[in-house]
């Protein structure tokens, strides 16, 4: 089976601050990875996605993702917070055969401190 | 470009009773996926449809059944509801036949359970 971890539920971080939000994940075989950000009463959207290749990934409103496979992990992080990057965000693993479903982990609501 | 849409946005239900949530996917999105999330909770995976054909299925409560139609449309009823089944229920659809791809979601339609 698979799963994602995310150990904080919250984080803090000043305006201006590098930030970086944690997943590991647990999977048969190779991991599609992914990040999502949900924004209240909202649905989510895609931020990032880690299939093959570079372990950096880059996503959207310049945020960037490190898959480490011997740490099976895949930290979310942003040089710059900015407040409107105040959201949940999920991490999200799913098995690179079949149509395998995505499993999310349990979200960490990050606050951006003026 | 064209999102993925839900409909209702929003369902006020009794106990007992039944209801029927719809989701229109991408054009030309093969790989539907229904998930349930509670308050505070991660997304649970209930079930997906592939070019039309059950291919998972997650934790879905047996009063919930899923179809997919030609039209690529597809519909959760839920009956007998009961209170625990107050949620945001999203839809999702992907491409899969170009692989490991990025699950776009809809807005989410909220079932309040009285």
């Known amino acids: 089976a698979q799963s994602v971890a995310q150990p904080e539920d919250q984080v803090n971080v000043a305006e201006g601050n590098p930030l970086t939000v944690k997943c590991t994940y647990s999977?048969?075989?190779?991991?599609?990875l992914f990040w999502y950000v949900q924004y209240p009463n909202r649905g989510l959207q895609f931020l990032l996605k880690?299939?093959?290749?570079?372990?950096l990934v880059k996503g959207s409103y310049g945020f960037e993702a490190e898959f480490n496979k011997s740490q099976t992990s895949f930290h979310l992080k942003k040089p710059s917070a900015l407040v409107s990057d105040s959201a949940l965000y999920f991490c999200?693993?799913?098995?690179?055969?079949?149509?395998?479903?995505?499993?999310f982990g349990t979200g960490t609501r990050l606050t951006i401190i003026p | 470009a064209a999102g993925v849409i839900q409909s209702p946005r929003h369902l006020i239900k009794e106990k007992r009773e039944t209801a029927t949530l719809k989701c229109y996917p991408i054009?030309?999105?093969?790989?539907v996926y229904w998930y349930q999330q509670g308050p505070g909770q991660d997304p649970q995976f209930l079930i997906s449809?592939?070019?039309?054909?059950?291919?998972d299925k997650g934790s879905i409560p047996d009063r919930f059944s899923a179809q997919q139609f030609s039209d690529y449309h597809s519909e959760l009823n839920m009956s007998s509801l009961e209170l625990g089944d107050s949620a945001l229920y999203f839809c999702?659809?992907?491409?899969?036949?170009?692989?490991?791809?990025?699950?776009?979601f809809g807005a989410g339609s909220r079932l309040t359970v009285l």
């Open positions: 999702a659809s992907s491409f899969e036949g170009a692989g490991a791809n990025v699950l776009t």
């Open positions: 999977v048969s075989g190779n991991p599609y």
């Open positions: 880690y299939i093959t290749g570079d372990n």
């Open positions: 999200a693993v799913r098995a690179t055969f079949g149509n395998e479903k995505l499993t």
């Open positions: 054009p030309r999105h093969d790989t």
């Open positions: 449809f592939y070019e039309k054909m059950q291919s």
